[in-house]
């Protein structure tokens, strides 16, 4: 059944560029080759825009990811293809970690938590189960790359509704222009601004302290930095590789192709509603340590389950998905509350590239499938319980404001 339904889609694919017999290698490399573009895109993504500011950046990423793809469609073989592809990543991951930072940074509080789970994250999954239905009813992959990427155009008149990040704008002591939204902001909302919104004291001081320049090491800069950001870097790979693992093996599952992706698709929508809740009412750590061992947990009983009880296979699956994927639609807001305005989108894209590792390793652990069907889970759900347990270490920002410099950053526990 799933090779009926795979060979239906991927069969011209595959024969019109030979990537067949000696050249089948070439098929799993494609995929893995966007995921490096991911990682170089999650890698500069921050940069740009701390450097930039993420209005600019944001729609620059998107006109690459919309631009590119269309490109893709006229590819006349495997090399061009995969090279469009791999840009295609880097455009892709930009545009979604900085659309991130700057709803973080323009949102309040109670909003921001809204828009990085049920905004954000909810609509990532609708475009998650969207894709089976067009792939299932769109054979031709030309059709169905072209059908992906109209969509992209749509986005262009938003460039004169999405304002630039006031937070930013302080940071690099452009403060009539961070007013100048403010005072739109509080006159959309009902609310009276004051005559003066930043003292000239308080803007001198913002001036000395905020503009600077930044580099990739400032995020090592003390021990409780560098702290910071390696557990951070090795709890988004870890929970990368759960998320990526238990999605990519999808196929590999009892049923049929296009249904148990759907199903991995719908599975998400509770798990933002649970996360959106969880952040709203209890600490960051609590509630990432707790569905990262709910997934870890649940992963690791699925060599419990006898070989015919298939259905009762595919719900641990499942749930073990349901909890990481909670708590990896956290970790973009944990990140975010832990650095200073000056490396935050800096900080997350340094995170979100890390996860991109993850999920260039994650078909590995899928391959290991071939030697013993239990073993990919048994090593995902350990590495999510142990990452589980190391969160527990980190500092604690629920209810606290967001950091505007590197001496309000919180300590690391123990």
């Known amino acids: 059944m799933i090779l009926r339904n795979r060979e239906c889609y991927l069969m ?29 895109g999650s890698f500069i993504s921050g940069q740009l825009s701390d450097r930039f500011g993420r209005k600019n950046i944001l729609f620059a990423t998107m006109a690459v990811q919309t631009g590119f793809s269309f490109v893709q469609i006229f590819s006349t073989s495997w090399e061009m293809f995969t090279v469009l592809f791999l840009i295609v990543g880097m455009g892709q991951i930009s545009n979604y970690v900085v659309a991130f930072i700057l709803g973080t940074e323009i949102l309040g509080k109670s909003v921001r938590i809204i828009f990085s789970t049920l905004g954000v994250c909810i609509f990532f999954a609708i475009g998650y189960m969207l894709l089976p239905l067009f792939a299932y009813f769109i054979r031709d992959w030309r059709m169905l790359l072209l059908a992906l990427t109209v969509p992209g155009v749509l986005c262009v008149p938003l460039w004169w509704v999405i ?7 302080i940071s690099q002591g452009r403060f009539k222009e961070a007013e100048i939204i403010i005072r739109k902001a509080a006159k959309r909302n009902g609310i009276v601004a004051p005559a003066m919104l930043f003292d000239s004291t308080e803007m001198r001081d913002l001036k000395l302290q905020q503009q600077q320049k930044v580099f990739i090491v400032d995020l090592f800069r003390t021990r409780n930095i ?13 929970t990368s590789v759960g998320y990526f693992g238990l999605s990519l093996n999808t196929p590999n599952l009892h049923g049929n192709a296009y249904v148990n992706c759907f199903l991995s698709a719908v ?75 000056l490396v935050r989108n800096m900080a997350v894209g340094a995170t979100s590239m890390s996860s991109r ?19 990919p889970y048994i090593l995902m759900g350990s590495l999510t319980v142990l990452i589980g347990i190391l969160t527990l270490f980190l500092p604690e920002s629920y209810e606290n404001p967001l950091p505007e410099n590197f001496e309000q950053m919180l300590k690391v526990k123990g």
């Open 12 to 40: 011209f694919f595959l024969l019109q560029w030979n990537l067949v017999c000696d050249d089948d290698w070439k098929t799993p490399l494609t995929t893995s080759l966007f995921f490096v573009g991911v990682l170089i």
């Open 357 to 375: 590792v993850g999920s260039i390793i994650a078909p590995y652990f899928v391959y290991l499938g071939a030697y013993d069907r239990f073993l």
């Open 163 to 169: 304002p630039e990040s006031p937070r930013w704008l």
């Open 267 to 341: 599975t998400e929508i509770p798990a933002y509603v649970i996360a959106w809740l969880l952040l709203r009412t209890v600490p960051r750590r609590y509630s990432i340590s707790g569905t990262l061992f709910l997934g870890g947990g649940v992963v690791l009983l699925i060599q419990l389950v006898p070989t015919n009880l298939h259905i009762l296979s595919i719900f641990l699956v499942m749930l073990g998905k349901f909890g990481i994927t909670s708590a990896f639609s956290m970790l973009y807001v944990y990140t975010a509350e832990l650095y200073p305005t």
């Open 226 to 238: 560098a702290t910071i950001t390696v557990m951070s870097l090795l709890l988004w790979m870890i």
